[in-house]
């Protein structure tokens, strides 16, 4: 149980152009889901909170307009990197929190490498 | 803020010798989870902690959450090469909403 996936594991993408992620629950519901972004070698930054039928709450330093949350069910959360560049250039993890479990845990996906030319 | 200082960053070692990683904070958590994260993956839970002064054990890895619920150790016995892999810890606030992580020990064990 507590399966998070996500799609594409991998995308290139043109500078300038958008690219959507998803994160998806599988199989529990999950009222909070968590964008990550990790360089390599390095630890995970959380850049945004998605609650599901309300807005993103972000990090202090992540653009709101840049990287647009959008949470519409309790098993999908969406991130769209808008007109990106080389330096958005990451690896993106989602996690999910399960909405009935009683404890802190999350339970993240495999991830999506982007890579901006 | 809440911070959480991983130690050591980087830990290369020979089959079958032990090790500890450490976890540190100025902050109390809720509570606090130990990750594992292999090239290319996301990170899959190994354990949560959650009352100071708790141990758990997962086979060969030995979790320990210390007493003031501001620090946490992983112990592991024996490592094998399939230990090899980034080792994170995670704090969560008292809402337990959300999660502060280390950052991360990277394990190397040689054959």
């Known amino acids: 149980g507590a399966v998070v996936s996500q799609h594409p594991s991998r995308v290139i993408c043109k500078s300038g152009t958008s690219v959507k992620i998803e994160c998806r629950s599988l199989d529990f519901q999950a009222t909070t889901m968590f964008w990550y972004r990790q360089f390599p070698k390095q630890s995970l930054m959380l850049m945004a909170t998605?609650?599901?039928?309300?807005?993103?709450?972000?990090e202090q330093g992540v653009e709101k307009d840049k990287f647009l949350i959008n949470h519409a069910s309790l098993t999908l959360s969406t991130l769209t990197v808008t007109s990106a560049h080389p330096e958005d250039s990451s690896f993106y993890i989602c996690?999910?929190?399960?909405?009935?479990?009683?404890?802190?845990?999350?339970?993240f996906g495999p991830g999506t490498r982007l890579t901006v030319t | 803020t809440q911070l959480l200082e991983q130690s050591p960053q980087f830990l290369s070692i020979q089959e079958g010798e032990n090790l500890t990683v450490y976890c540190n904070s100025s902050s109390v958590f809720s509570s606090l989870q130990w990750y594992r994260q292999e090239p290319g993956e996301g990170p899959v839970l190994l354990v949560t902690v959650v009352t100071g002064g708790e141990v758990k054990k997962l086979k060969r890895l030995t979790f320990q959450f210390g007493d003031a619920r501001k620090d946490s150790s992983l112990h592991i016995t024996a490592a094998q090469p399939g230990d090899t892999g980034l080792y994170l810890c995670a704090g969560a606030n008292n809402a337990g909403n959300m999660l502060t992580f280390g950052g991360g020990t990277r394990l190397m064990v040689k054959p």
């Open positions: 998605s609650n599901e039928g309300s807005k993103a709450t972000y």
């Open positions: 996690s999910a929190r399960p909405s009935e479990a009683g404890g802190d845990e999350q339970y």
